[in-house]
């Protein structure tokens, strides 16, 4: 089974400067997706940004790009000119690529909190 | 942009009543989903959907709990006898398929509360 990890609880950053926040995973597959949601406190699960294993290349989007390491299994997302709104609660989570409907295993989430 | 709805937003039902979350995918999407996020804790897989037949289901998805596509485009979570440690967050999803649908959507989720 796979399993997603992140260590860090809580992370805390000034606005306008860079976060990096960490995500390990699990699995024994090859082929596989990687994503970071965002949970506001709305609630509500926003997709940040998504990475295919196959892909070397480093998924980016605007200010939010990912360190994709498949062979550390790691799988870190770096904010680049934190804003207030970016706080929130990151989940990152696994997808098998086998399966057209497999589910996604999140990891237990870390709260981003900006200082103005 | 196409999104996943879901109602009701919040509902608080006592201890042993049915309750019915209901969703509306994605218009094209062919794969549903239903999550489970207890508060303070992580996103959990109840169960998955495609044509009219569940495709996978966790343990937690037992037999109190019952999923149904009544039409085309609803999709409903039915909890049979809640108990008080299903209050939690219940989230809808959907995704298109293979290829371009390696995305899974979310809806903004519905907060059942049991008392």
């Known amino acids: 089974a796979q399993t997603v990890t992140q260590s860090q609880p809580e992370m805390s950053v000034q606005e306008a400067e860079t976060v990096t926040l960490s995500c390990t995973y699990d699995?024994?597959?090859?082929?596989?997706?990687l994503f970071w949601y965002k949970q506001p406190p709305s609630r509500q699960m926003i997709l940040v940004i998504r990475q295919e294993a196959y892909k070397q290349q480093n998924a980016t989007e605007n200010r939010f790009s990912v360190n994709f390491q498949k062979a550390a299994k790691s799988f870190s997302l770096k904010i680049s000119d934190s804003q207030l709104g970016d706080a929130a609660m990151y989940f990152c989570?696994?997808?098998?690529?086998?399966?057209?409907?497999?589910?996604?295993?999140f990891g237990k989430g870390i709260t981003l909190s900006v200082r103005p | 942009e196409p999104e996943v709805t879901q109602t009701p937003s919040h509902q608080v039902t006592q201890m042993g009543q049915e309750v019915i979350l209901r969703c509306v995918p994605i218009?094209?999407?062919?794969?549903f989903y239903w999550y489970r996020q207890i508060l303070g804790q992580k996103v959990e897989f109840l169960v998955s959907?495609?044509?009219?037949?569940?495709?996978?289901k966790s343990e937690i998805f037992d037999d109190q709990f019952s999923v149904e596509r009544p039409d085309g485009s609803n999709f409903t979570l039915k909890i049979r006898s809640t108990k008080l440690e299903d209050s939690a967050m219940y989230f809808c999803?959907?995704?298109?398929?293979?290829?371009?649908?390696?995305?899974?959507?979310f809806g903004e989720g519905s907060w059942l509360t049991v008392v």
């Open positions: 959907f495609y044509n009219n037949e569940i495709s996978e």
């Open positions: 999803a959907s995704s298109g398929g293979q290829g371009a649908g390696n995305t899974i959507y």
């Open positions: 218009s094209n999407h062919l794969y």
């Open positions: 989570a696994y997808r098998s690529a086998y399966r057209a409907n497999s589910k996604l295993t």
């Open positions: 699995t024994s597959e090859s082929d596989y997706y």
